[in-house]
């Protein structure tokens, strides 16, 4: 059933993305001018991946063959056709509204409601497959059938949906948040990824923490916790808040004292030495909130980060930065005070970045931003552990958090009180009821 697995994939890409244009459209009628270079990547997303990949490969393939095992399905699966069929004329609709709306505001108040109607439809045809099709199709499928489908939608070397193509979709993707309005998306006008640099061996243990404690005043914050994070490895750190999650961050970068316990990097022992030293031997930090140097420029801000480095790196690594989140470069003699939260989180993420970590630290980097804007910091996350660095994440967006983490912990009170590979997390009954709301 894998294909089911990648069609909810999708299916969540589809539903952030028609989040942020109902949050558009809300600001096209509140006066707001329209970008149509947004709308033109918009569409042409929705044209290649959804019309001409997404769309034929499941009426090709889950649809066709869940019609010959089950009588049930004919009604939805006739009404999710047609609704497949009418997506092309749709999308060509909405593009001779926007070549309207560039003429008049009654015209782009009548764009804004046809923005609506389409992501209504869009939404309501997400529902019906999650709802009807995928029940009935675990229900009346066998073991071919599901061989055949997933074989389909596995193929590496697909035209259409191989991992050729999807590299392309998630190039539409990241410049749809680029271009996306600032209080929406990053408004960058492009996109880029940190050079690759040498990816060290996820088996031995970079940081070792146990039995740690740590107090405010009289009140215990965290209560012997232990654990572990091996180099290349994304480690997620979850639970609700007050459980302790960002005074253990603070604890480790060592703002926050500890009472009891040890902390082991690299196999030194860390436990009482200053945070700049701490620094120094490649623990960054991203901190809750952001906290950007709001009177200082983004580049001045980058460059504090590279504070420990030696200053013959600091260009290089500046360039790196700005090829990640180019909206930083076009931004660069801006006070930092001036970017948006979205804005702001990327500059954190780079300031961490500009150290050099060996374990980078992030406390909770999708807070208050935008549906479409948390995919991105996320995609970030997915980048920078591809390229090898180790990740300590903290997260109360706990699904996307073990989503893309080899393993994680679950903390309550100050205490650990679950630990599994991320994706045991997400399966275990526990985690879901009180975490994922599920």
Not at 311 to 329: H, R, S, T, W, Y
Not at 335 to 344: I, N, V
Request: charged fraction near 25%.
């Amino acid at each position: 059933m894998e294909a089911l697995r990648i069609i909810s994939q999708d299916h969540s890409n589809l539903w952030r993305l028609a989040t942020t244009i109902d949050h558009v459209a809300e600001e096209i009628e509140g006066g707001a001018p329209i970008d149509p270079f947004f709308f033109h990547s918009v569409f042409e997303y929705l044209e290649q991946f959804v019309d001409q990949s997404h769309h034929p490969k499941e009426d090709d393939y889950l649809f066709r063959i869940l019609r010959m095992r089950s009588t049930e399905a004919a009604d939805i699966l006739d009404r999710l056709q047609t609704e497949h069929d009418a997506g092309p004329g749709n999308l060509k609709a909405l593009r001779d509204h926007l070549a309207e709306a560039a003429k008049s505001q009654a015209a782009a108040s009548g764009f804004a409601v046809a923005l609506r109607n389409y992501t209504t439809v869009l939404k309501g045809h997400i529902r019906a497959e999650e709802k009807h099709v995928f029940p009935l199709a675990r229900q009346a499928l066998c073991t071919e059938d599901w061989a055949e489908i997933d074989r389909a939608f596995l193929d590496n070397d697909d035209p259409l949906f191989g991992e050729k193509a999807k590299a392309g979709f998630r190039e539409f993707y990241h410049r749809i948040a680029s271009l996306a309005p600032e209080s929406i998306g990053m408004g960058g006008q492009s996109i880029g990824r940190l050079q690759k640099e040498t990816v060290p061996t996820k088996a031995e243990v970079l940081l070792r923490v146990n039995q740690l404690e740590s107090c405010y005043g009289r009140i215990k914050a965290l209560n012997g916790i232990s654990l572990e994070v091996r180099r290349g490895e994304t480690v997620a750190l979850v639970g609700s808040n007050g459980a302790g999650k960002t005074t253990f961050l603070r604890t480790l970068s060592g703002v926050q004292p500890m009472s009891a316990g040890s902390i082991h990097f690299d196999g030194e022992d860390i436990g009482k030495l200053r945070s700049d030293l701490r620094v120094r031997r490649g623990i960054c930090q991203t901190p809750e909130g952001r906290q950007v140097f709001g009177p200082l420029s983004i580049e001045d801000n980058l460059r504090l980060g590279a504070y420990t480095q030696p200053k013959n790196q600091v260009e290089g690594d500046l360039e790196k930065i700005f090829a990640m989140f180019p909206v930083l470069k076009e931004k660069r003699r801006l006070p930092a005070g001036t970017l948006s939260g979205g804005q702001q989180q990327m500059l954190a993420i780079g300031r961490a970045l500009m150290g050099r970590p060996r374990m980078l630290l992030l406390d909770e980097p999708s807070m208050g931003l935008a549906p479409l804007l948390v995919e991105e910091v996320f995609n970030v996350v997915k980048t920078l552990k591809a390229e090898g660095m180790t990740i300590l994440l903290v997260e109360q967006n706990a699904f996307a958090a073990l989503a893309i983490a080899d393993r994680g912990y679950v903390l309550e009170t100050g205490n650990v009180i679950l630990t599994g590979t991320g994706q045991e997390l997400l399966n275990n009954e526990q985690v879901r009821a009180a975490y994922l709301g599920m």
